[in-house]
């Protein structure tokens, strides 16, 4: 096994204690999903699966986004069984109507420019929690989202020891699983701690 093949091992490895994590964290209350993220992501991801595999050609280096839609759906069908969503704003709806558009993009142009386009996607999903997050009315603990970052960045040091030019495949791992993870999960630590300062 070469080293790219081994740290995309890893990286899909890694992803799977982030969602068991953040599934005991809601079902105890402690994270509560933002609806138009989770519901943009299942989308999204789903996409970004088939458009990633397809642009990279490495089933190794392009693991974590084969898991992720897959852990994603499981947790949306938990979420929604049990209640713990609100109706997606009309922004967010469009930006789940831009994603549907971005699947026809993707057969009519090719997988690299469909999943570049996906990355303004996934980033914005990040938004309504990070929204909620500093107005208070969202709970996040910052345990799987940093959990991700380190998973993504594993998926980038895969990307990275079998370079060959192909920047479009840092894109994902970097905008996605880290500046997105790692914007919640950083943004969660200073207001958990926050609120240890005032209790």
């Given at each position: 096994m070469?080293a790219?093949e ?16 953040y ?6 209350g ?14 999204a991801?789903?996409?970004n ?5 397809k ?7 392009s ?7 897959i852990?994603?759906?499981l947790?949306f ?15 967010e709806?469009?930006?789940?109507i ?9 057969k009519?142009?090719n997988?690299?420019?469909?999943n570049l386009c ?6 914005f999903s990040f938004?309504?929690t990070?929204r909620?997050?500093?107005s208070?009315q ?20 895969a990307?990275?020891?079998d370079f060959?030019g ?15 993870n790692?914007?919640?999960g950083i ?8 609120g240890n300062r005032v209790?």
């Amino acid at each position: 096994m070469q080293a790219n093949e081994l740290l995309g091992l890893i990286s899909g490895f890694l992803v799977v204690p982030v969602y068991i994590t953040y599934f005991l964290q809601v079902k105890k209350g402690t994270s509560v999903p933002n609806p138009a993220t989770w519901s943009i992501w299942v989308a999204a991801m789903l996409l970004n699966g088939a458009t990633y595999s397809k642009m990279t050609g490495n089933f190794f280096e392009s693991l974590i986004a084969i898991i992720v839609p897959i852990l994603l759906l499981l947790m949306f069908f938990y979420i929604i069984t049990r209640k713990k969503f609100s109706a997606l704003k009309k922004t967010e709806a469009i930006v789940l109507i831009i994603t549907f558009f971005v699947g026809i993009l993707w057969k009519i142009t090719n997988a690299t420019i469909s999943n570049l386009c996906l990355q303004g996607i996934l980033l914005f999903s990040f938004w309504p929690t990070i929204r909620g997050l500093l107005s208070g009315q969202a709970t996040e603990k910052p345990l799987p989202w940093l959990l991700g970052v380190v998973a993504y960045l594993f998926t980038v040091a895969a990307n990275l020891s079998d370079f060959q030019g192909d920047y479009a495949k840092l894109v994902f791992p970097i905008v996605n699983g880290i500046i997105g993870n790692g914007s919640v999960g950083i943004i969660a630590i200073i207001k958990n701690r926050g609120g240890n300062r005032v209790k």
